[in-house]
């Protein structure tokens, strides 16, 4: 997963970052639509990557017969998450992937998340091997899939830890090596001025 030490910096300000409005806010209004569309169900939500936890949170409002629980390998954000008011359905856990070994999930959330791990094809056979049988995984996240993507990526990448944004053909492609079944590509239109940002989810068979 991300290198923690630059979102220890960021955490503290990541709800005031202009991103928040044309970004993030209207990314997790279109993941919940999604759920309460394709995992009206679904009991057992982890989202990797959850940063200050806004998303999670909004999905065990959502979901409140729901268990919900948000990982992250930033002290800095888990300790952010934790500062408002508790939710009886739901756990912040500082840690990676491995932090929820042995633990089974009917969905796995990463949103905006995914183009920082470091070795994706080890993330997706982590969170193959973390789903129920016919569970989802729903990334929701920045992509590369022409000139204009790749040249706002180089002025993003000076902000944050490494990062690598992946074509949705790419992201489709691991997501297959992994044995999980694609069954959504579908664009995020957030503005003309954004640089492409899909939702790519997959089923374990």
């Excluded at 500082?94 to 990463?110: H, K, M, R, T």
Aim: proline share 8%; hydrophobic share 50%; aromatic share 10%.
């Amino acid at each position: 997963m991300p290198s923690a030490a630059i979102w220890d910096f960021w955490a503290p300000r990541y709800h005031r970052l202009f991103v928040q409005r044309y970004v993030l806010e209207p990314t997790r209004r279109l993941v919940l639509d999604y759920l309460d569309e394709h995992a009206p169900a679904a009991r057992r939500i982890c989202d990797v990557g959850c940063g200050v936890g806004q998303l999670a949170r909004e999905v065990a409002r959502w979901r409140p017969e729901a268990r919900v629980l948000g990982i992250d390998p930033s002290p800095a954000m888990i300790a952010c998450a934790g500062e408002l008011p508790p939710m009886t359905n739901l756990i912040f856990r500082f840690g990676s992937l491995d932090a929820v070994a042995g633990e089974s999930f009917d969905v796995i959330l990463a949103t905006h998340a995914f183009p920082y791990f470091p070795d994706k094809p080890a993330a997706l056979r982590r969170i193959h091997d973390l789903l129920a049988p016919g569970g989802l995984l729903v990334l929701a996240q920045a992509t590369g899939e022409n000139a204009y993507d790749h040249f706002i990526h180089v002025f993003l990448k000076l902000a944050v830890s490494p990062v690598e944004y992946l074509s949705t053909s790419e992201l489709a492609a691991l997501l297959a090596e992994a044995n999980l079944a694609v069954t959504c590509i579908t664009p995020l239109l957030l503005s003309c001025v954004i640089p492409s940002m899909f939702i790519v989810t997959a089923t374990l068979p």
